[in-house]
């Protein structure tokens, strides 16, 4: 097997080891241009799950702080987590199977 398709490969599945890690070293240590774009894109990839913890965060320091009833609150810090744990699922389903057809088409 060519290593830089598992090089390419790995840089997606680094969501289940590595996180951010493993694509920011692929990106600066190969010289493949096409390696280089896919560690950039798993990047990127790894980091759309992070988008919504500031404003999960700000829903929560903003029912700490105000007097918003209780059940309203809840109900916003409730979906605010939902929503970011649904947004990580199919981030990471969405990188296994971009890795995989790395390492079937290229």
């Given at each position: 097997m060519d290593t830089d398709k598992v090089l390419a490969a790995l840089s997606y599945f680094s969501v289940l080891f590595a996180g951010i890690i493993f694509p920011i070293i692929v990106y600066f240590v190969t010289t493949n241009s096409n390696v280089k774009s896919h560690a950039k894109k798993a990047l990127f990839s790894h980091l759309i799950p992070l988008i919504p913890i500031p404003v999960v965060g700000?829903?929560?320091?903003?029912?700490?702080l105000s007097d918003v009833g209780q059940m309203?609150?809840?109900?916003?810090?409730f979906i605010g987590v939902g929503l970011s744990i649904i947004l990580s699922v199919v981030v990471l389903i969405w990188n296994i199977i971009?890795?995989?057809k790395v390492l079937q088409n290229e």
């Amino acid at each position: 097997m060519d290593t830089d398709k598992v090089l390419a490969a790995l840089s997606y599945f680094s969501v289940l080891f590595a996180g951010i890690i493993f694509p920011i070293i692929v990106y600066f240590v190969t010289t493949n241009s096409n390696v280089k774009s896919h560690a950039k894109k798993a990047l990127f990839s790894h980091l759309i799950p992070l988008i919504p913890i500031p404003v999960v965060g700000l829903i929560f320091i903003i029912g700490i702080l105000s007097d918003v009833g209780q059940m309203m609150y809840s109900a916003f810090l409730f979906i605010g987590v939902g929503l970011s744990i649904i947004l990580s699922v199919v981030v990471l389903i969405w990188n296994i199977i971009k890795g995989v057809k790395v390492l079937q088409n290229e």
